[in-house]
């Protein structure tokens, strides 16, 4: 089955560090692979997407590009602000359209200035 | 563009009562879905609708939850009667598909906290 893992946290990092955090997945078929991020008392907000391999989603500074080699989709930011203090869930769909999203565990991170 | 809402943001009940959490998804979204989000783990879903027809509802514990969507716009998710390792935070998403890419939009959840 589909199935997505993501390293584990807290990630504690101080203001303009740099930031990875890493992702695979196992499934069938080439899918849609998406970075959401939790704010503290928030729902999920879509941070980006890559819908086929090499492709690059981006969105306020962070990056992630769809391996499928590797079967990745690493986030990285190059300077991290405090503001940027979240839950981040790597996750994906199979690319028939429909389906629903499959998570990882998340990743807690804190930026401290 | 109003987003996904979810009502009410927070619930405390006592076991083996029910609660019911209700979902306006975004205009023109055809498929809904219900996730729930137990703490320091990603959501899993729970149902997901297309229109007003029930699509996936293979992971719902259907002895104890329902969940309808009248009309195909909201809909509502019930628990009776609730058990302690219901506490967790129940998520509604919305979708739209472009391109054949299934972009989900989710509400601020409900949190249920069940003692």
């Known amino acids: 089955g589909n199935s997505v893992t993501q390293m584990e946290g807290p990630v504690t990092l101080s203001e303009e560090a740099f930031l990875t955090i890493n992702c695979t997945y196992t499934a069938t078929g080439y899918p849609s692979l998406f970075w959401y991020v939790q704010y503290p008392g928030e729902g999920l907000q879509l941070l980006l997407k890559a819908t086929k391999a090499d492709d690059k989603g981006s969105n306020k500074g962070f990056e992630a590009t769809y391996r499928k080699e590797t079967t990745s989709f690493h986030l990285e930011k190059g300077s991290v602000q405090v503001s940027d203090s979240a839950v981040y869930f790597c996750a994906l769909t199979t690319n028939s359209g429909n389906t629903p999203l499959v998570f990882g565990k998340g990743t807690r991170l804190s930026v401290i200035a | 563009e109003a987003g996904v809402a979810q009502s009410p943001r927070y619930k405390i009940i006592e076991k083996r009562q029910s609660v019911a959490f209700w979902c306006n998804p975004i205009?023109?979204?055809?498929?809904l879905y219900w996730y729930q989000q137990i703490l320091g783990q990603g959501p899993k879903l729970l149902i997901q609708?297309?229109?007003?027809?029930?699509?996936?509802d293979s992971q719902l514990p259907k002895d104890r939850f329902s969940a309808e969507r009248l009309k195909g716009v909201d809909s509502t998710l019930k628990i009776q009667p609730a058990k302690l390792e219901d506490s967790a935070v129940y998520l509604c998403?919305?979708?739209?598909?472009?391109?054949?890419?299934?972009?989900?939009?989710f509400g601020p959840g409900t949190r249920l906290t069940v003692l």
């Open positions: 998403a919305s979708s739209l598909v472009v391109a054949g890419v299934d972009t989900q939009y």
């Open positions: 205009s023109g979204h055809a498929t």
């Open positions: 609708f297309q229109n007003n027809g029930v699509v996936d």
